[in-house]
């Protein structure tokens, strides 16, 4: 949906209830919690063992199904997260990379970023017009998996 304000000049941009389809498509319950994060962040470590990779936990193979049920979320949600929310991004892209390999640790990804969606269910984009010029940097490290590799190459 897009809702226009000439006056103010600003544009908002909604899929209004886009969320609450897809959790009922793939019959996301209701968590006990609100989740905050779409993402398991890898806790910070200091001193000599920042260095060191964090080892990821082989878990078991999910059946067939559970592939197929990675596969339909991150297609069900790469558009809103491209368009409307960008908070979610980082975390789709992270269970595509996983996608090939998945185990039970992805289904587990995926749930969260569904409870975090569950609590999140609004979500708008707004553009406002103003008078200023934009300057950018980036930084190749800008976007970057666990395993220190950069999306800027890919």
């Known amino acids: 949906m897009l809702e226009w304000n000439y ?8 899929m209004p209830n886009y969320t609450k389809k897809v959790l009922k498509r793939y019959r ?39 592939e197929q049920y990675i596969r339909q979320v991150v297609e069900s949600l790469i558009y809103y997260a491209r368009v409307i929310d960008l908070a979610i991004l980082f975390a789709l892209s992270e269970i595509a990379q996983k996608q090939a390999n998945s185990t039970d640790n992805t289904i587990q990804c995926v749930k969260q970023l569904l409870g975090y969606m569950h609590s999140n269910p609004f979500v708008k984009i707004r553009f406002q017009a ?6 950018t940097h980036s930084d190749a490290s800008y976007i970057s998996t666990g395993k220190r590799q950069s999306y800027a190459g890919r």
């Open 7 to 14: 006056e103010q000049k600003y544009a908002v941009f909604s």
């Open 28 to 66: 996301h319950s209701t968590p006990r919690q609100t989740q905050d994060c779409p993402y398991q962040p890898v806790p910070r470590q200091y001193g000599s063992q920042s260095r060191i990779l964090p080892q990821e936990d082989p878990g078991t193979l999910p059946d067939d199904n559970g």
């Open 130 to 135: 103003f008078d200023m010029i934009l300057n």
